[in-house]
């Protein structure tokens, strides 16, 4: 298709959508705008507002050049998926990965609220997230905290969630990175191969949401996809991504993600960052006059270049940064210092998000909650803060001190971290409770402690980042699932001096627990991910139980690391031969038993399930008709609820998150036997009952059709499976088409 189609397309697409309740604007009026204000730019000013200044030329980590032809700025884009990178004061959120471990639409939403509005406050116009790729195929990845779950569903929904709360605040959202960016090593040579339908069904699903949020942007990344740049890949960005989804905002490249002038622009790239030569070689700067000069000889067409320009200015018409927008407030390259305080109480959002991202993986003989114990041992260094600071390590690129978020350009400077020990202090003082520490991953020091109190409460941690930084051997993504620092023997010599012991795990993603569960007297297991600076309080919040644990895992935990079948590789080509069968998907396919499944979590209280009521009804084929952003319109509409009831049948309040599993009939190809369609999260007091509703929409029920190139529901019976997990399921029914 010809570059000047796509854009009629794509635009006919987006005027044809309603308003969509950014300030009573919407894409429309955007685009109205934004070609109004076209007409008025010069070719070098358009070339501008597409190209960025360089590497450290401005502010913020990206930053355009600023027309004087029209009232609009030098773009100010800035990381980070979980708080304003190099900036200070700001919030340090929890991680991605935590968010989608609430399995709770309004804190995430609240959470990307919060994140927005100190974007905003600081003048960046571009928050540079949230993350829906890498989608986690590999549990070792480096970067799979940094987005919210393997699962795309669950992943969409916070996609959707976290977009809606930072554009309802103001900034440009940024979905990233699209695609196929699964790993660290090699990430800039390297191609991922992914067959179509596990294209469609797992890594594009959470851009579909994102789209149909009406994210401002989408950074394509480093890899290739099927031999071809992600950032000039025809098929994946003016096919997929404008035209199959509908999206009417920009793609902007990631940092140095381009490789040609001519290609990448007629393949559907709209913003180059950060404009430079970064790591390539000198004169690799493929816009700014470059592109001009490309324009001016023909190979790229004018309406191309107003095409992108268009896009961009209507992305920030869309979320109303043409009025009253506060300026840039801080500068990247000098400390970061802010000439405001953006940071309100956001921090109560961070110990909300915490809390009740925390997930209770066992609980023998209620050893928790704690209830005023004579003495605790505190044990390891995770248990405290670096004594360096918890910025000590720039980017956060140590393992040192408790583990809060992961490393790279993820990240954000902490204003402080509640250290789990601090917190656990000030409790122990008001309970009278004694304390003995040991604040190093030293055994025989740990032992000692642990023998001399009641209960010992071990940290331990796994960690990992981006592949810029190596940290302790791991150059991004993690070479093994252990614990960090000896974390199996620490947790060993405590278990063997004290006949009561919770363990307590920060990390990335998953890790193999096995030698801990061996234990006899390791009672409890607790999981607060990366909860951000309020770790301590929010840690308190669940181990004294004035809050039941609600957090659910947003990934499977195996036994052994093989169990997963999937991992990086060091080649440069990476096969996506599981296809569909990712994390759960691929453990029920092969009957594989997980130690943890994926959706798992305890409480302090128990809920009972009942009174199943399935009720679908849709015309069996293709999804036909229009399409809106997000795609075919037809996909979103509902074609159905699932409805239960669940009831606290415990002695304490507690949330329960309960979820919807939807099996494809027989006739659909080869399809994962159960994948997550709708989950609810309800607050119960004891005994009370409410009712979970799952609204299945027709994408919901449908599988990729390759020969079709659309989505089909097929016909036959469905299986529905309602419960507190993917494995512990309490309801089942089914429906027919
Ligand atoms: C490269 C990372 O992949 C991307 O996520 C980030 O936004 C840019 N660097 C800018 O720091």
């Given amino acids: ?114 994140m927005g509005a100190e974007a905003k406050g600081l003048g960046v116009n571009v928050q540079l997230g949230p993350v829906a790729g890498p989608l986690g195929k590999n549990p070792n990845s480096g970067r799979i905290w940094e987005g919210f779950s393997n699962d795309p569903y669950l992943s969409g929904v916070a996609m959707e969630e976290t977009i809606a709360g930072m554009q309802g605040s103001g900034v440009q959202a940024c979905a990233k990175h699209y695609i196929g960016n699964e790993q660290e090593h090699n990430r800039e040579t390297i191609s991922s191969n992914i067959d179509d339908r596990t294209l469609h069904e797992l890594y594009v699903w959470p851009f579909m949401n994102a789209v ?51 290609n990448s622009a007629n393949s559907g790239l709209d913003m180059t960052m950060p404009g430079s030569d970064f790591n390539n070689p000198p004169g690799s700067i493929y816009w700014g006059p470059n592109l001009e000069a490309a324009v001016a000889n023909g190979s790229v067409p004018q309406s191309r270049l107003d095409d992108m320009v268009t896009r961009i200015l209507a992305s920030w018409h869309l979320v109303g940064q043409d009025e009253g927008y506060p300026p840039v407030a801080f500068s990247s390259w000098n400390g970061g210092k802010a000439n405001v305080d953006v940071t309100g109480d956001h921090k109560s959002v961070v110990r909300a998000v915490a809390r009740d991202s925390t997930v209770l993986l066992k609980n023998d003989n209620n050893a928790l909650p704690l209830r005023k114990p004579k003495s605790l041992a505190i044990i390891g260094q995770d248990a405290t803060v670096n004594p360096a600071g918890p910025n000590a390590c720039s980017d956060r690129g ?21 250290g789990p020990l601090d917190a656990i202090q000030s409790q122990a003082a008001a309970d009278g409770t004694n304390i003995t520490t040991s604040t190093t991953d030293d055994t025989t020091a740990a032992a000692s402690a642990a023998a001399s109190a009641g209960t010992a409460i071990v940290f331990i941690n796994s960690d990992s980042g981006e592949g810029y930084i190596t940290v302790e051997g791991n150059a991004g993504d993690r070479n093994n ?109 092969n009957n594989i038993t997980p130690r943890y499944e994926f959706g798992y979590g305890l409480s302090y209280t128990t809920f009972k399930y009942s009174d199943l009521d399935v009720n679908v009804q849709a015309r069996p084929g293709a999804a036909e008709g229009p399409i809106v952003p997000g795609g075919v319109k037809e996909l979103f509409d509902t074609v159905g609820t699932v409805t239960v009831t669940v009831q606290n049948s415990g002695k304490v309040a507690g949330a329960e998150v309960a979820q919807l599993y939807i099996g494809l009939p027989d006739s659909a190809p080869s399809t994962p036997p159960k994948q997550l369609r709708g989950f609810q999260k309800l607050h119960l007091a004891p005994g009370q009952r409410e009712g979970a509703t799952f609204e299945l929409t027709r994408r919901d029920i449908s599988y990729w059709d390759v020969q079709q190139q659309k989505w089909v529901v097929p016909s036959g019976t469905f299986k529905v499976y309602v419960g507190s997990s993917s494995r512990d399921i309490r309801e089942q029914g089914s429906f027919r088409i």
């Fill in 1 to 114: 298709m010809l570059a000047e189609q796509i854009f009629l397309s794509v635009l006919a697409a987006a005027v044809t959508v309603q308003a969509y309740g950014f300030g009573g604007s919407g894409w429309d009026a955007a685009y109205g705008r934004a070609k109004a204000a076209l007409n008025k730019l010069n070719q070098t000013e358009k070339v501008g507002i597409v190209t960025g200044v360089k590497w450290m030329g401005g502010p913020c980590v990206g930053n355009t050049y600023k027309p004087s032809s029209i009232d609009y700025p030098s773009l100010c884009l800035q990381d980070s998926p979980l708080g304003v990178r190099f900036a200070n004061p700001v919030t340090a959120f929890p991680a991605g990965i935590n968010a989608g471990a609430t399995w709770d639409r309004s804190l995430i939403n609240a959470r990307g609220a919060a």
């Fill in 212 to 262: 149909k949020a009406n994210v401002a942007s989408v950074m394509c990344s480093y890899n290739k996809v099927n031999g071809s740049w992600s950032c000039e890949n025809d098929a994946l960005l003016n096919g997929l991504l404008k035209t199959e989804l509908g999206f009417p905002g920009y793609i902007m490249s990631d940092w140095n993600a381009q490789h040609t002038t001519v």
């Fill in 398 to 418: 140590c393992d040192t001190g408790t583990l809060a978020m992961g490393w790279g350009s993820g990240t954000a400077q902490f204003p402080y971290i509640v």
């Fill in 481 to 589: 699932l252990d614990p960090w620092h000896n974390g199996n023997e620490l947790v060993q010599a405590v278990a063997a001096a004290n006949k009561n012991v919770i363990v307590v795990v920060h990390s990335v993603g998953p890790v193999i627990l096995e030698t801990i569960l061996a234990q006899p007297n390791v009672k409890a297991i607790v999981w607060p991910g990366l909860p951000g600076q309020e770790s301590g309080n929010a840690l308190v919040d669940v181990l004294y139980g004035s809050t039941s644990p609600s957090g659910k895992l947003p990934y499977t935990i195996a036994k052994q690391f093989s169990d997963y079948g999937t991992t990086w590789t060091t080649s440069l080509v990476d096969d996506f031969t599981e296809g569909l069968f990712i994390d759960y998907r691929h453990f029920d396919e």
